[in-house]
């Protein structure tokens, strides 16, 4: 089946609001961090989301960043990702360049590596050589997607709560 990413449009809003409120309703922490984004006014989220890759509008200490949806051949809304261009101390230890996420229902079908490999091609034409994923210790889905797509491991941080953030760095040539 075909699979790519694309920006988010207004006319997979239907598609886009399925796939929001499947993962509100699987109770889970959304990932990326700009699902979490409420689509009620669809058109202001979608500019919001715009914006941010202008590095407009952006929250104190953040970075602009891009969002992609990924979609297969019918148009359905599979996962999502949000790349940032550059690192702050925050994303060096805990965020990345890459936070990815594939809805619910369509996991562990293979979408998560190949959503990674081709957000580095898009990392790449942003002009990022060098980047960094992370995910915690214990999502093994995520590590096993990061090492598939060519992660070398860096040193791990271990966040306040103890929680450990395993570190990967991936050349996008």
């Known amino acids: 089946m075909t699979i790519k990413l694309i920006k988010p449009s207004f006319h997979l809003r239907e598609e886009y609001l399925s796939f929001y409120y499947e993962w509100i309703e699987s109770g889970e922490e959304m990932i990326p961090w700009v699902i979490q984004k409420d689509p009620t006014y669809f058109q202001e989220m979608l500019e919001s ?6 590095g407009i509008n952006l929250p104190k200490g953040w970075v602009a960043d891009s969002t992609f949806w990924l979609i297969n051949g019918e148009d359905r809304v599979l996962g999502g990702v949000n ?3 550059s690192l702050t101390d925050f994303l060096l230890t805990s965020g990345g360049h890459i ?3 594939i ?6 079908k293979g979408y998560a590596t190949q959503l990674l490999a081709l957000s580095l091609r898009k990392a790449r034409e942003l ?5 960094l994923v992370v995910c915690d210790e214990i999502n ?22 103890g929680n450990v953030v395993k570190r990967f760095w991936i050349e996008t040539e």
């Open 49 to 54: 989301i715009q914006n941010h890759e202008k």
């Open 83 to 85: 790349i940032r261009h």
């Open 99 to 101: 936070g990815y996420g």
């Open 103 to 108: 809805r619910p229902s369509e996991r562990k």
């Open 127 to 131: 002009g990022i050589e060098s980047v």
């Open 140 to 161: 093994i889905g995520s590590y096993k997607t990061i090492i598939n797509n060519g992660g070398r491991e860096d040193w791990d941080h271990i966040e306040e709560n």
